[in-house]
């Protein structure tokens, strides 16, 4: 089964320090999301992204935050300045078509930790 | 989106079946029933999803009531990897997930 690839799968990083969380989605899919999940706690929309665009964000996804697709195969999510309440996994995930319509395919996760 | 409501928590026998349901009384004609399950902190996984009429793959059946006010997901013979947080989510924008339903499969 064709899957999504995140990395890393761990990142330590410095409160204030910028990290690029880094996603391969699944070839010929067109829609690209991002959530995370803090630790206990359910998972959370961010943002999603189609034809070079965002779509739709949540009130999570501030100007802290980035998204871009910078070439033919990766999708990035940027924290320009990381707080301690950052530290969770984020998910990636991407679909192949209409959103309502189609399944999305999840990666495993980055764990990010904000020290 | 419709708001769904799931059970916190349930347990299922190995080798019996699970039967996990979900209200989503205020869903519109147009909204899809989806279910995942997130295995320990792993990225959710695609189980199945129906519109109106019930549906069944390898992995599970959807029975979706003919008000669609409200779903159960059934897999019919619980193993000890299937002990997972369930998610139903109603969809015509971009998903969200509700707080799920911890299904712990026993011995």
Redesign the interface.
């Given at each position: 089964e064709p899957e999504?690839t995140q990395t890393p799968s761990h990142q330590v990083t410095q409160m204030g320090q910028e990290v690029i969380l880094r996603c391969v989605p699944i070839s010929n899919h067109l829609y690209f999301?991002w959530?995370r999940?803090i630790l206990g706690q359910?998972?959370?929309?961010l943002v999603?992204f189609y034809n070079n665009e965002i779509?739709?964000k949540s009130e999570i996804f501030d100007d802290q935050f980035s998204v871009e697709r910078p070439d033919g195969s990766n999708f990035t999510l940027k924290i320009r300045s990381t707080k301690l309440e950052d530290s969770a996994?984020y998910?990636c995930?991407s679909s192949e078509a209409l959103?309502?319509?189609n399944?999305?395919?999840?990666?495993?996760?980055t764990r990010l930790t904000v020290v | 989106d419709a708001k769904t409501t799931q059970p916190p928590s349930m347990d299922c026998a190995e080798g019996r079946a699970a039967n996990l349901p979900c209200n989503h009384s205020t869903i519109s004609g147009?909204?899809?029933v989806?279910w995942y399950r997130?295995i320990h902190?792993?990225?959710?996984?695609?189980i199945i999803?129906g519109l109106k009429n019930n549906e069944t793959n390898e992995m599970a059946s959807l029975i979706i009531t003919e008000d669609r006010k409200s779903s159960t997901l059934i897999l019919p013979h619980a193993t000890l990897r299937d002990t997972a947080v369930y998610?139903c989510i109603v969809?015509?924008?971009?998903?969200?997930?509700?707080?799920?339903t911890r299904l712990t499969v026993k011995p």
């Open positions: 999504v999301y959530y999940q359910k998972v959370e929309f999603s779509s739709e996994m998910f995930a959103r309502q319509l399944r999305a395919f999840f990666g495993q996760g | 147009n909204e899809y989806y997130q902190s792993q990225g959710p996984q695609y999803h998610y969809i015509i924008a971009d998903m969200r997930f509700g707080a799920g």
